[in-house]
């Protein structure tokens, strides 16, 4: 069992910057390959960045140069920096596990123009 919980979300005005961070617990196991999706009202699920176990990490073209995903074994915590913030970033954001596909409940960005 996995446990993840997002926080960090909120309003920003176009431009700015935002950091989500997701605290997980229980399995570890399950916490090798860790994402970052979001999913916007009226939309589909998009991922928005992967870290690997060897400490590769993957971007959607939508936030390639504006968004950092990191992991802290140590600290149990999966984080993402988001610069240059966009209307179209406005989306609830969620921490999940590649193995078994956990996810979190999600917190909210909300980006204004």
């Known amino acids: 069992q996995v446990h993840l919980v997002e926080s960090g979300g909120g309003l920003v005005q176009a431009g700015g910057s935002l950091s989500l961070s997701c605290a997980f617990s229980?399995?570890?196991?399950?916490?090798?390959?860790m994402n970052w999706y979001r999913q916007a009202q009226g939309k589909g699920r998009e991922l928005v960045a992967t870290v690997f176990t060897s400490g590769i990490t993957d971007y959607a073209d939508s936030v390639k140069g504006r968004a950092t995903i990191s992991k802290d074994n140590v600290q149990k915590t999966l984080s993402l920096q988001m610069n240059s913030l966009k209307p179209e970033d406005t989306a609830v954001y969620f921490c999940t596990t590649s193995v078994y596909d956990y996810w979190g409940q999600g917190t909210q960005v909300t980006v204004s123009s």
């Open positions: 229980g399995d570890t196991g399950c916490m090798s390959d």
